[in-house]
């Protein structure tokens, strides 16, 4: 990565992906917060579109993080495999599905926001919600989180609290690398 690469794990990786015009949506913890659910995560999750040339796209984007692993993947491990960690300089599950979502179901009604010019694609609420409903009690917490804020219908048209909060800490992490 450049020197003028963003310091936020999300914004880095979702900076190499626009720049290899990858098709993809940010899904799990990252989305909860871009919805306004308050809560931490450790990785960022994708949602990817299953088309070979896609997945080319997504390994040589996840390719250009400090550490290289992607680069060590292939198209095919895509094909043999549902959900993808790279373990690099930030963790990356990819998925080819997001619980029972796939990639062509949830594009059409995903949200985007923009934080210091990269532009961040993440499932829409309805589509969160049903991709949460797993076996898994965080993210039954998340489901309860998410059925709140809907029911709720707090109108998240305007984001800006969020974008702000992303600038700061994309802006604190800068400083600490420093």
């Known amino acids: ?32 917060i871009l919805h306004g659910l308050v809560r931490t995560t450790e990785d960022v999750d994708l949602l990817i579109q299953e088309d070979k040339e896609n997945y080319r796209r997504v390994i040589a984007a996840l390719s250009e993080l400090e550490d290289h692993a992607a680069s060590e993947l ?11 960690k790279v373990a690099d300089e930030v963790e990356v599950d990819v998925s080819r599905r997001a619980w029972t979502v796939s990639y062509d179901e ?21 589509d969160l919600i049903k991709s949460k409903a797993t ?39 800068g400083r600490n690398k420093e």
């Not at 020197?3 to 989305?31: I, R, S, W």
Request: glycine share 2%.
């Open 1 to 32: 990565m450049s020197e003028n690469a963003p310091a936020d794990p999300l914004l880095k990786v979702c900076a190499l992906l626009n720049k290899h015009q990858a098709k993809y949506l940010v899904v799990g913890g990252h989305a909860c």
């Open 74 to 84: 292939t198209a095919n491990d895509f094909d043999d495999n549902v959900v993808i």
């Open 106 to 126: 949830a594009a059409p009604n995903a949200l985007e926001v923009l934080v210091d010019d990269v532009a961040i694609p993440y499932m829409n609420l309805r």
């Open 135 to 173: 076996y898994r009690e965080k993210d039954k917490w998340d489901v309860q989180g998410l059925q709140r804020l809907n029911d709720r219908k707090i109108d998240m048209s305007d984001r800006s609290i969020f974008v702000r909060f992303l600038r700061a800490i994309s802006h604190m992490l």
